[in-house]
């Protein structure tokens, strides 16, 4: 597990509390707004960051993604931008835990040594690619550990415990419970699939948990906690805040981001009990 991992994760065990990690998309809207968007996800209370490269075919990501992808894009947004954006926050905040989410291709195009060395260097702790079968994973997971970065992997509801086993032996940093089959996108009311996951990871000998998919409310925190998770991620609902106030002054949109973080982890407190 990375040091940064490694001490959160200790640190909420003391606190007796679960982590709350939310994701952006690094250049929506923009390449200086994003800045602001990352400080003011930081500001409410982030334990972690899982950040997006933004990729003109997200096939695991709903229409909300989709749109933040397209609209970074648009204002010009490159890997090598988003590493810059990447290097800055870590700058700022030097024991943060931050993971890339990204696509294949970004990392194919790049040279995988070439990548996981860029993203090292920018300081990036894990990188969980979307696309990439666990089958196919082995590459990548070799080329993640030479450059001192985690791999994570994603566990379905689905897995087989061979799957389980095979997650857990690589996966370092944390590992990404798929609260529920699909695309990401928020929902009003949680679809929670994955129970009994997170202790059958934990007894294959798995990094701590995060249930990531539809995870949109204080309440679908305190549900994914339940399941026995370290943790939850939310995307879909942070992006959603950043679409409504792309137009608006840069304020409004650092406001109500950090308002939703800190409700979003005071739900963490005591293990997402009632």
Known sequence: ????????????????????????????????RSRGVLEALVAGGADALELGIPFSDPVADGPTIQAADQRALAAGATPAGCLDIVRDLRAAHPDLPVGLLVYANLVVAAGVDAFYQRAAAAGVD????ADVPTLEAEPFVAAARRHG???????????????????????EGY???????GVTGARDALELTA????????????????????ISTPDHVRAALRTGAAGAISGSAVVRIVERHAGSPPDALAAELTAFVAAMKAATGGRGAP
Do not use: H, K
């Open 126 to 129: 894990s990188v969980l690619i």
């Open 149 to 171: 970065v985690a791999p994570v992997l994603v566990a379905p509801p689905n897995a087989t415990p061979e799957r389980l086993a095979t997650i857990a032996g690589w996966c």
């Open 1 to 32: 597990m990375s040091a940064r991992y490694e001490a959160l994760f200790a640190r909420l065990a003391r606190e007796r509390a679960g982590a709350f990690v939310p994701f952006a998309v690094l250049g929506d809207p923009d390449g200086p």
């Open 175 to 181: 590992t990404y419970v798929v609260a529920r089959a």
């Open 195 to 214: 129970q009994g996951l997170p202790a059958a990871l934990e007894a294959a000998g798995a990094p701590p948990s995060l249930i990531g998919f539809g």
